[in-house]
C-alpha cells in the first residue's frame, strides 16, 4: 500500500465497503502517438497502484481512435515503460481499436433513440455555432434529419462514400449547456486514413469523449481516472453511459492533478518536436523527460516510483521542481551503488619518493553497512588526479593540493607537491610529488592534517573511458520552446579514466565516481573497447542557488560546474567552527564544511550537542535531514526541535532503532511534530536485533529465492546484497542491517 492513502483511495474504499463495485478495475489509456513521459508515470503508479493496493487490476489499453499519429512503435515503448516500472497488465494489452464495431453499434442505437444526428455544417460552422460561455450556441439545420436518414447517412460515412469532414455524427443534447463540451458534441468523424492495427477497414473514427467511456464500460473498468483537463468531459461521459441505459457497475470519472515539472516540456507534441529537430538523439536522448530517456540515463524504476509516491495525488495543478526527482534518484544509489574512483580532467603526478606498485583494498561500500564487496586499486609511481584538484594559487579556503597544503588520496597516502611542471604555454604539466609512508588510509601514523581526500588513478593501470555529462535539457525554469535549450545539457570527455576494477569487474551498471556523481553504463554503447558512462546526476543540486534568485527573465548564463567547484572562502568565524569540528569533534571534512558554513544549522547543531554527546551521529541527521528543513523554513517554524533531535538520534545510538527507519521518524516528526519516541512505540519501529527473530525471516527469503540461491553459491556473491535487502524489505527497515549481513553471510555458507 502506498504510503498516504489519497482522495482516490479514500474513493475506492466507499465504493468498495458500499458494494458499488465488487473489484476495483482502472486502466491506463494512453494514445500511442510519443514515447511515455514522467507525467505518463504518474498516472502508471496510480492506475495500476491502485489496482494492486485493492486486489484488483487494471488495464494498459492504447487509445488508438487517431489513425494519423499513432504508431506501433510507440506501442511497445508503452509497454516498456508500464513494464520496467514494474507493473503487470495481466494477459492482454487491449486496444480501442478492437472495440470499434461494438462502439459503431452504440452510435447506431443512440440515433435510432433519436439521441445523435448527422451533421454536415463544415468545421467553422461548427465552432461558430457553438456560442461562447456567455451566449447560448445555436443548433445546425441537419439536427432534425430523419432517424432514417441519419442512420443511412452514418452506414455511407463508414462505407467510406463521403470525404473528410463532409459530415460529422453528434449527440443530441443541449446547444445552451452552461458546459461547452455538452453543446451537441461529435462523436465520429471521417478520416480516410491507414489505421496501424484496423487496416483500411474503417472511414469513420470515433471521438475521445464516445470511445473512451465505452471502451472503459466494456473492459468492466471501476474507476475510470484522469486528469484534470477532462473535468468537462465528465459530463458526456455521463451522458453517453446513462442515454445507452448502461447502469449496471458502469465506470465513474475521477479527476487528479496532471504533473508538471520545471526545467522541460512534457507534453508528447512539445517531446516530438524535439526529437524532430534533432536537438536530441532521439525519444531515449538520456535528457528527455520520458521513461525510455531516464531508463537510458540510468534512472531507477524505484527512483520514480518513488518520486511519484512523495509527490502524491491532488486535486490542484502544481509544478514540481525536477530536483526533487533528482532527489529521489540520489537517494536510490546512494546505498545501493559500488564508489569507484575516476578522473575526468586528469592531470599526472609523479610520487618522487615512490617506487614498485602495491595494491590497495577499497570497500565498494565505503558508507553503508548491509552491503560489502571490495576491490584493489593498483598505486604506483604515476598517478592522474583531477585538475582542478590542483591549484597554485589558491583562495584562503581551498582544501585540496597546493604548494603547501598537502592531501590524501582517497583510500591511499597522503602526498606533498613538490615542483610545478609547465609546458611552453604555461599551463601545468605535470606536478612533482612526494608521498607519505606512514600515511596509509586507515593506518595513518604520520599526524599530518590534511582537510580533504581526492580520487586519482594509476596512470599505467587506469582504463580510459567516454564519459558523457548530462544535465538538464532546458536553461529555463519555464521553457518555451526549442530556443530555451541548455547549450551545456551534453558534454562528452573522450580520455576520462576509470580504476581497472570497474571495467574489470563489472561489480555493477551503476556507480558512484567519487566527488564527480552517478553514473550508468551507457546500455547501448557500452563496448568492453570503448567503455561508455552517462551521468544519471550529481551528487548536489547544483541548480539549487541559481533557481532561488534568478526565477525568470532575464535568462542566466548558466555556467556549468563539472567537477565541485570552488566555494566562497570561509570567514575567520567558519573558519575555526570547521577546525573544531574535524580536530575536536571528528566530524568529516564534507560534513563540517556544510556545517561551518551555514549560521543557523550550526547553532542548531550546538543546540542537539549540549542535550546529547554524539557528535557525529547528531551532525549526520543535523545535516543530512535538517539542513533540507531549514532551507525553506526559520528555526522557529520548525515542526521539531533540538531536543526531539537528539531524542532520535539516541534512539539510533543505542540500537532501539536503525537508521534507515530514522528517516522515516524524521519524515514523521516534520508532518506531525509527534515526539520521535512516541512514533517508535504508535508505529512499532523499535529495531529487530535478535537473531532468532531475524533467522526465519531469512530462511523464508532463500526458500523463495531457489535460483538466486543457486547463483550465490556459483560464485555470484553480489547477491548477497539482494538477499539482505529482501530481509530488509520484508522487516520494513526494521531489521539491524548488520545483524542480517552477518546472518545472511552465515547461512549462504
Ligand atoms: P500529452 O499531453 O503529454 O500528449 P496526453 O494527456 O495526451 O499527454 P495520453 O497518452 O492521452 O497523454 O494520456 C494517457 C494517460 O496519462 C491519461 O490518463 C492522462 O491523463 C495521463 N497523463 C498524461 N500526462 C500526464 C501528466 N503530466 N500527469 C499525470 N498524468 C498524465
Ligand atoms: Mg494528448
Known amino acids: 500500500m502506498s504510503k498516504n492513502k489519497d482522495f482516490l483511495r479514500t474513493i475506492v474504499e466507499e465504493d468498495l465497503k458500499s458494494g458499488k463495485y465488487k473489484e476495483v478495475v482502472t486502466r491506463f489509456p494512453p494514445e500511442p502517438n510519443g514515447f511515455p513521459h514522467i507525467g505518463h508515470a504518474k498516472s502508471i503508479c496510480i492506475n495500476f497502484g491502485i489496482a494492486d493496493d485493492y486486489q484488483g487490476h487494471c488495464n494498459l489499453r492504447m487509445d488508438d481512435t487517431n489513425p494519423t499519429t499513432e504508431d506501433t512503435q510507440y506501442v511497445e515503448a508503452l509497454k516498456d515503460a508500464v513494464e520496467w516500472l514494474g507493473f503487470d497488465w495481466g494477459e492482454n494489452v487491449k486496444f480501442t481499436s478492437d472495440y470499434f464495431p461494438k462502439l459503431y453499434d452504440y452510435a447506431v442505437e443512440l440515433i435510432k433513440m433519436g439521441e445523435a444526428y448527422v451533421d454536415s455544417l463544415s468545421e467553422d460552422e461548427i465552432r461558430e455555432y457553438r456560442g461562447t460561455v456567455t451566449q447560448a450556441g445555436k443548433r445546425s439545420k441537419y439536427a432534425d434529419r430523419s432517424v432514417e436518414e441519419n442512420l443511412d ?31 451537441d458534441p461529435l462523436l465520429y468523424r471521417i478520416r480516410h486514413a491507414h489505421h496501424f492495427r484496423a487496416g483500411d477497414e474503417w472511414a469513420i473514427y470515433p471521438m475521445y469523449d464516445f470511445a473512451h467511456c465505452l471502451s472503459d464500460y466494456i473492459e468492466g473498468v471501476s474507476h475510470s481516472i484522469c486528469t484534470l483537463e477532462f473535468e468537462n468531459n465528465r459530463d458526456i461521459y455521463d451522458w453517453v453511459l446513462d442515454t445507452l441505459g448502461l447502469k449496471s457497475a458502469r465506470p465513474h470519472q475521477h479527476e487528479f492533478a496532471r504533473l508538471g515539472i520545471n526545467y522541460t516540456v512534457m507534453s508528447k507534441r512539445k517531446l516530438l518536436e524535439l526529437v524532430n529537430s534533432e536537438k536530441v538523439s532521439g525519444w531515449d536522448d538520456p535528457r528527455m523527460p520520458t521513461i525510455a530517456g531516464y531508463r537510458r540515463r540510468g534512472y531507477t524504476p524505484e527512483s520514480i516510483i518513488n518520486f511519484c509516491d512523495q509527490i502524491g495525488v491532488a486535486k490542484a495543478n502544481s509544478m514540481v521542481d ?110 612533482k610529488a612526494e608521498y607519505h609512508p606512514d600515511s596509509k588510509s586507515g593506518h595513518d601514523t604520520s599526524g599530518i592534517k590534511v582537510k580533504s581526500a581526492i580520487q586519482w588513478v594509476s596512470a599505467k593501470e587506469a582504463k580510459t573511458v567516454e564519459v558523457r555529462l548530462y544535465d538538464r535539457l532546458f536553461k529555463d525554469e519555464a521553457p518555451e520552446g526549442l530556443e530555451d535549450i541548455n547549450p551545456d545539457s551534453l558534454r562528452v570527455i573522450k580520455n576520462a579514466l576509470i580504476e581497472p576494477a570497474v571495467i574489470t569487474e563489472k561489480p555493477d551498471e551503476r556507480f558512484q565516481f567519487e566527488r564527480l556523481g552517478y553514473f550508468y553504463a551507457d546500455p547501448l554503447d557500452y563496448t568492453d573497447e570503448k567503455p561508455v558512462f552517462n551521468k544519471i546526476v550529481g551528487l548536489k543540486d547544483s541548480w539549487a542557488k541559481k533557481t532561488k534568485s534568478t526565477q525568470s527573465v532575464p535568462k542566466p548564463q548558466v555556467k556549468k560546474v563539472q567537477v565541485d567547484g570552488e566555494e566562497a572562502s570561509m570567514d575567520e568565524v567558519q573558519q575555526a567552527l570547521f577546525d573544531m569540528y574535524t580536530s575536536e569533534l571528528k566530524l568529516n571534512a564534507e560534513v563540517a564544511n556544510i556545517l561551518a558554513r551555514d549560521e543557523h544549522l550550526s547553532s542548531f547543531y550546538k543546540e542537539t550537542l549540549s542535550l546529547l554527546n554524539s557528535p557525529v551521529s547528531l551532525a549526520n541527521i543535523v545535516v543530512n535531514e535538517v539542513a533540507r528543513e531549514l532551507k525553506e523554513k526559520q528555526v522557529d517554524e520548525l515542526n521539531f526541535s533540538a531536543a526531539q533531535i537528539a531524542e532520535l538520534v539516541k534512539m539510533i545510538d543505542d540500537g532501539t532503532i536503525s537508521s534507515k527507519i530514522a528517516k522515516q521518524i524524521f519524515e514523521e516528526m516534520v508532518q506531525t511534530g509527534a515526539n520521535p519516541t512516541q512514533i517508535v512505540e504508535d508505529k512499532g519501529l523499535v529495531q529487530i536485533s535478535e537473531p532468532s527473530k531475524i533467522s526465519p525471516i531469512i530462511d523464508e527469503v532463500i526458500a523463495k529465492n531457489p535460483d538466486n540461491v543457486a547463483k550465490f553459491k556459483a560464485g555470484n556473491t553480489k547477491l548477497l546484497g539482494f538477499f539482505v535487502g529482501q530481509v530488509l524489505k520484508t522487516t520494513g527497515g526494521k531489521a539491524n542491517p548488520k545483524v542480517v549481513n552477518e546472518l545472511v553471510a552465515e547461512k549462504l555458507k
Open 322 to 431: 525536477v530536483a526533487q526527482l533528482e532527489f529521489c534518484i540520489r537517494d536510490d544509489l546512494n546505498t545501493k551503488v559500488p564508489r569507484v574512483l575516476a578522473v575526468l580532467d586528469p592531470l599526472k603526478v609523479t610520487i618522487q619518493n615512490y617506487e614498485g606498485t602495491e595494491e590497495i583494498d577499497a570497500p565498494y561500500y565505503p558508507h553503508d553497512v548491509p552491503k560489502e564487496g571490495s576491490r584493489k586499486i593498483p598505486f604506483s609511481r604515476e598517478i592522474y588526479i583531477e585538475r582542478d584538484d590542483f591549484i597554485e594559487n589558491p583562495p584562503k579556503d581551498y582544501f585540496r593540493l597546493t604548494p603547501d597544503q598537502a592531501v590524501r588520496l582517497r583510500h591511499g597516502y597522503i602526498i606533498t607537491c613538490k615542483e610545478v611542471i609547465k609546458d611552453p604555454d604555461g599551463n601545468i604539466a605535470e606536478i
Open 153 to 183: 447517412l452514418f452506414q455511407r460515412m463508414k462505407k467510406g462514400e463521403f470525404k473528410d469532414g463532409e459530415h460529422v455524427l453528434r449527440a443530441k443534447i443541449d446547444m445552451s449547456a452552461a458546459n461547452m463540451k455538452m453543446r
